[in-house]
């Protein structure tokens, strides 16, 4: 049939939910608006059978000669003469990358390759390396919005002439009401009645279903046999290779995003009031996610209870304003903190693990340092230090490449034991949000330190010029505060009358101000205002004649203009703390900014930015978006936010690293809004 053979050549791609194969014929029957037929036709009826055969082949088989065929994804100008095969291969690369975060194009090459070019393997293999799991199942569904980019995304850089028609296609037969089996049984050729059947379903388009992590024939469960057996081998493979630094890279980043999602916790558990007048500062300075207890979120309210009680601020450098917004800076950097010292603290326990394998450990166990160590000792890694000691020299190095002020101190608090039971502490720690009161007998019930720096004067410390800095800086974020909290209010005002509940703001606790309305083509070429800020923040509903609820996290897409207009809405919507690293934003990516997105909302930065990067027509690159990203999301350095919080007792080497020799000149370098 030399119309299907056209088909093929130009659509026959083997993207999408079935077997290659399967996915090579549902996306060639389904292409029906091939171009007309050419004077002189591809192939006769008469021709031959081999000849056919010969004929279609030599436009599939790739020149492996030609270098620039394995350049992952091709350049622009050498992609529209090659075969399907080859534009496939792109397609394939292009969905995995444009899904799921911090994937460099040679990982998606090794997953493909491990799963013999089966997308749907691929993906089980990427969603279990990275523990993606919905209530005991994995966590990819066919529906969401993220995999409908990506598979336009996947078109797109396959040169498919029609995108839409292959994403619908994929959707079709991936559904559950879609018995495909029927129709592609046998290993014959497929009948025209058959063809045509199938070419019917397709135009139908049934695409009502969610396909998880469950299989839903015997077909998949086959394929998902085979994946599993290949998991442990392949992770084994890619250690082995060049790509080693780049996973590690990738699983580094995923694991700050669950850190993240610890602090985001943990801010839901500290009481409001607390959090405005002193939390909120001791957090970012020594709210770590290790220390006395085994629940990581826990550590980071006892450290930070801590902190603030053993090393208070002095009155002159409080701030004088209520704070409703965590600074994101400062936020991303304590989370780099604890995620260093975790590493560190895991190779001082097992000297055997490399940073690449402690970095797993703690990644498979969702940062909790203890559950990593466990599972360490059961594949073999040997504790080597028995002494009574090595538990305190693990602290030790945790604490210095944690950047604690006072390691000393640290190690004190964290190897020593409670004044509290065990069983009350933890009942305390695990209820909702905390009260003033269990906030106190928590810090009662902490150890006393002895180690406590004082600085009678901050003259010592910081020039005339940085304390005059310090002032103004100080200002200038309680005047964006006030912005954003304006903001966020008036969404959540909104929220609440469309769902008959009160919201209030608990805290705002990521701010991303600098995302266009259309796509972010070369930022750093384009000097213009962002017309929206992404924000995630907490808020506690309050329902009449009812308890206080815990905090809800929220996320809201908000104006940057000063009033509100119809062509540019702000709105906000619940979000989950583990949905962080399961949807895509170009402009929260290129940032740096932790900010957990809906999955079944469009924002602005899920889809332009993300095509014109298929297209090859975007200033940049996946693996830039994930170099970008890992820049600017790293923050173990000093801030200029620091002087927000500033500390004479504490902070000398921010001052010293930090000085400020024109105060207008530092505050011009923050035209407009700065967090």
């Known amino acids: 049939m030399p119309l299907l053979a056209a088909r ?25 608006h091939s171009r007309p037929p050419s004077p002189t036709p591809l192939l006769s009826r ?37 075969t399907i095969a080859r534009r496939s291969l792109d397609g394939l690369v292009t969905f995995l990358t444009s899904h799921y975060r911090y994937l460099a194009g040679s990982e998606a090459v090794r997953y493909l390759c491990l799963a013999r070019a089966d997308l749907f393997a691929a993906v089980r293999l990427i969603e279990r390396d990275r523990n993606k799991r919905r209530n005991g199942e994995l966590a990819f569904s066919v529906t969401s919005l993220t995999t409908k980019v990506a598979l336009e995304c996947a078109a797109v850089s396959a040169r498919h ?27 014959g050729p497929l009948s025209p009645a058959t063809l045509e059947s199938l070419a019917e379903l397709l135009r139908q388009g049934r695409t009502s279903m969610d396909l998880r992590g469950k299989d839903r024939d015997k077909k998949k469960r086959k394929r998902s046999e085979h994946t599993s057996e290949s998991i442990e081998e392949g992770s084994k493979n890619r250690l082995g ?11 580094k980043l995923l694991l700050l995003g669950k850190i993240h999602g610890l602090y985001l916790q943990a801010l839901a558990k500290l009481p409001r009031d607390g959090l405005r007048k002193r939390h909120h500062c001791s957090l970012l300075k020594g709210g770590y996610c290790y220390g006395p207890s085994d629940d990581p979120v826990s550590n980071i309210i006892l450290n930070a209870i801590w902190y603030g009680s053993r090393f208070p601020t002095p009155h002159e450098f409080e701030l004088q304003f209520k704070v409703d917004m965590i600074c994101t800076d400062m936020l991303a950097r304590i989370e780099c903190c604890s995620l260093y010292g975790l590493v560190a603290f895991l190779r001082t326990c097992l000297p055997s693990l490399t940073e690449h394998d402690a970095v797993w450990y703690l990644f498979s166990s969702d940062a909790d340092v203890h559950k990593a160590i466990r599972k360490a000792k059961k594949h073999g890694h040997a504790q080597e230090v028995c002494q009574d000691s090595y538990l305190q020299n693990a602290y030790r190095q945790a604490a210095v490449a944690s950047w604690h002020p006072d390691p000393d101190a640290l190690v004190t ?23 003033d009161g269990e906030v106190e007998c928590i810090s009662m019930a902490l150890p006393p330190t002895k180690f406590q720096k004082v600085v009678t004067s901050s003259s010592w410390v910081l020039s005339k010029k940085q304390i005059r800095f310090i002032s103004e800086f100080r200002r200038k974020f309680k005047h964006d505060q006030n912005f954003f909290v304006k903001k966020v209010n008036a969404v959540l005002s909104n929220y609440s009358q469309q769902h008959g509940v009160h919201y209030e703001l ?5 701010v991303n101000p600098k995302v266009p309305e259309g796509p972010s083509v070369g930022p750093p070429k384009r000097n213009f205002k962002f017309e929206y800020s992404h924000i995630n923040f907490l808020a506690t509903a309050k329902a009449p004649n009812s308890a206080v609820t815990a905090p809800q996290l929220f996320f809201a897409q908000c104006s940057n203009s000063v009033k509100e207009t119809r062509e540019r809405p702000s709105w906000c919507t619940p979000v989950s703390y583990s ?11 290129f940032n740096g900014a932790k900010i957990v997105h809906p999955h079944d909302e469009e924002y602005c930065g899920y889809y332009k930015d993300f095509i014109l990067m298929a297209h090859r027509k975007h200033g940049f690159k996946n693996d830039h978006v994930i170099n970008n990203y890992h820049f600017n999301g790293d923050k173990m ?17 921010i001052a010293e690293m930090n000085p400020i020799s024109s105060v207008a000149k530092e505050l011009r370098e923050w035209e407009g809004r700065i967090f």
């Open 413 to 435: 608090f964290a190897a020593s034991s409670l004044n509290m039971e065990s069983a009350e502490l933890l009942a305390i720690l695990q209820q909702g949000t905390l009260t």
């Open 637 to 653: 350095a000093t801030l200029t936010e620091d002087f927000i919080y500033f500390d004479p007792n504490m902070d000398s080497k």
């Open 241 to 251: 290779s060049q790509s080693t630094f780049r996973y590690t890279q990738s699983l």
């Open 46 to 82: 008469s021709d031959e059978e081999g000849t056919q055969e010969s004929s279609i082949l030599s436009k599939i088989i790739t020149d492996t000669n030609d270098k620039f065929v394995f350049q992952v994804p091709l350049s622009r100008h050498k992609a529209d003469g090659v």
């Open 579 to 589: 949905c962080i690293d399961h949807v895509r934003c170009f402009s929260c990516e």
């Open 506 to 510: 608990h805290i705002i606790c990521g």
């Open 8 to 32: 093929l050549l130009e659509a026959g791609t083997c993207v999408g939910f079935l077997d290659p194969v399967s996915n090579i014929i549902a996306n060639t029957i389904a292409y029906t």
């Open 161 to 187: 002439p029609e995108p839409d028609i292959l994403v619908k296609a994929s959707l079709t037969m991936a559904s559950p009401l879609t018995d495909v089996s029927m129709f592609l049984a046998g290993h």
